[in-house]
């Protein structure tokens, strides 16, 4: 999938279970929204094939639209429009539509449900967006950053209304660059960087970096010039080490103690102090940086 | 996974069939086309002011044309006008700004075909033409219209094809203009080709009063529906060449509208 000579996405390959939540996961620019739209018929991919609910996007469009919901990334409704209004209108396009309250109720619209949508807040206009997706009881929903621009009050709302609809048998994809988000909601995370796919798996596959363990290491001041080959000298030739910035660096090796101590004494004898030092878990974002180098937020 | 089910969101998906949907899609553009303030001047208020300060000013000056009331002229006119002006100017601002808003994105995603988007628009368009109609005529006979009614038939005929052909002509061209330009000129070109056919364009006085340029403007659609409407409800007459003319328009606009209209 490419804009002009910019290739966005590029021999992306994802499979979606049914009745689950699916994170793809990235940062901004990375290609979520293009894949999402590309699933969803807005754009024709330059190659490869895609199949959603097993219908082409592009050839078998009318029969594929009413069986799923979109939450645009912004936008896609009349500036001059009421909130409740523009749901009602919504829910009228579909056979058998949710009850428009129910909606208005659980997402907190009612205080706003005569407000014109161009006076909405971004947060306000993020649960219309999803309620918007939901209204016309689809198979599947694709939500763009649906929490952006939410309080957290509102974030949680959101999160336990999509862990609801999957328990109803919905089945969810939803784009994210919150790293929390798509731990505690996805079943499946699609990690994309620059437009290709570099990792994928439960959240849970992601984080368990296999048998060895890594140390997150932070220093008080930074590391003297040859910091990582003289440390991967001292942890032996099972370790590998990273430096990811001036007083931080990651190192993989045999989860055990004696590493740690090592770690410490070398510390010791170049001259800086651990301020984190840390043995353990990744989180996604550790995932993300040593698979891209850089942080996600950035 | 631990949500117990709650049945709420179980899947029935599918979509309300075309009839309900276009009856929808119309209702709710109808509804912001006479919420908004600017559309509601453009429809009603600037040919309201056109016929009452023609009429008053035709008066002032003691002049008629050519053998008729000011008010027996000016209002075909009018209605023209209050056709273009919805038909062309409202329908090309409302569109481009649903481009620009991705409200025509978004509704690409629900069961709303593409072809149900536009006859949604036409039956909402047609219905503030009615309405804008219904108020204009209410108003000239308060100042005194008499149309000629001597020949029914041509005068009612004449007038739904002047409107019908006016309307998709006008439409056709406001659709090419939203489809291809910015939010931003379209609104500044609809209102800008709006003054300038109100004003030379052989709307709401006839093509004859122009001279030499007259011969001209009658290939206008501004032109061609006023003289249409001029003469179903002045000489009770089909006129058969401006409505051939509008035909024209409307053909020519859904063509280049087709092939160049984008969604997004």
Known sequence: ???GDKVAVDGLSLEVARGSITAVLGPNGAGKTTTLETCEGYRVPQRGTVRVLGLDPQRERAALLPRIGVMLQSGGAWSGVRAVEMLEHMAALHAHPLDTNMLVERLG????????????SGGQKQRLGLAIALVGRPELVFVDEPTAGMDPQARRTTWEML?????????????THHMDEAEHLADRIHIID???????????ELTRGGRSATIRLVVNRPFPDGAPESLRAELGPLTEVRQLDEVSMLI????????????SRWCEEHGVLPQTLTLGQRTLEDVFLELTGRELAS | MSTPSSRTFTPAPGGAGLGPMVRAQARMEARLMLRNGE??????VIP???????VAAAGRLGSTFEGHAPVDLLTPGVLALAVMSTAFTSVAIATGFERRYGVIKLLGSSPLPRHGLLLGKVLALLNVVALQLVVLVVVALALGWEPSLADPVPTVLGVLLSVALGTAAFASLGLLVAGALRAEATLALANLVYLLLMAGGGVVLPTSTYGAAGGLIQWLPSGALGEAMRSALVHADIDGRSLLVLAAWAALGTLLTARTFRWE
Do not use: K
């Open chain 1, 1 to 3: 999938m490419a804009y």
């Open chain 2, 39 to 44: 559309q509601l001047l453009l429809a009603i």
């Open chain 1, 194 to 204: 620059r437009g290709t796919l570099i990792a994928s798996g439960t959240p849970a």
């Open chain 2, 48 to 54: 309201v002011i056109v016929l009452v300060g023609g």
């Open chain 1, 163 to 175: 862990e609801e609809v999957r328990a109803d048998g919905v089945t969810v994809v939803l784009t």
């Open chain 1, 109 to 120: 619209l009612a205080d706003c449900g005569r407000t014109p949508y161009r006076r909405l």
């Open chain 1, 252 to 263: 993989h090796g045999p989860a055990d103690a004696s590493t740690l101590g090592r770690v």
